[in-house]
Nanobody, 118 residues
């Protein structure tokens, strides 16, 4: 069974930095994409950043402030967030599209809260 386990998040002041990590575990054969989404109450979940075929993609709202990185052999993706703003406050979800023993699947982490507030 595939699991995505997130860590990081928390409370940070505007202008501060924070890091998230997500490790995928289970009988994983290959990863198609892996990255981060976020959801603000009352809004749709939106892409923050992800890797597809090894190439990073960022939402316009986070370009220049957030950096996604990945350790392929560890099946772990990281999100380093700088110059955080109150509008970055959201629940951040790790996502992976991958092939596992049971076939191709789309998996989500449990979510971790990021709050940017003074």
């Amino acid at each position: 069974q595939v699991q995505l386990v997130e860590s990081g998040g928390g409370l940070v002041q505007p202008g501060g930095s924070l890091g998230l990590s997500c490790e995928a575990s289970g009988n994983i054969l290959s990863i198609i994409s892996m990255g981060w989404y976020r959801r603000v109450p009352g809004k749709e979940r939106e892409l923050v950043a992800n890797f597809i075929s090894g190439e990073p993609t960022y939402a316009d709202s986070v370009k220049g402030r957030f950096t996604i990185s990945m350790e392929v052999f560890k099946k772990t993706v990281y999100l380093h967030m700088e110059s955080l703003m109150p509008e970055d406050t959201a629940v951040y979800y790790c996502n992976a599209v991958l092939y596992a023993a049971m076939g191709r699947g789309n998996y989500w982490g449990q979510g971790t809260q990021v709050t940017v507030s003074s």
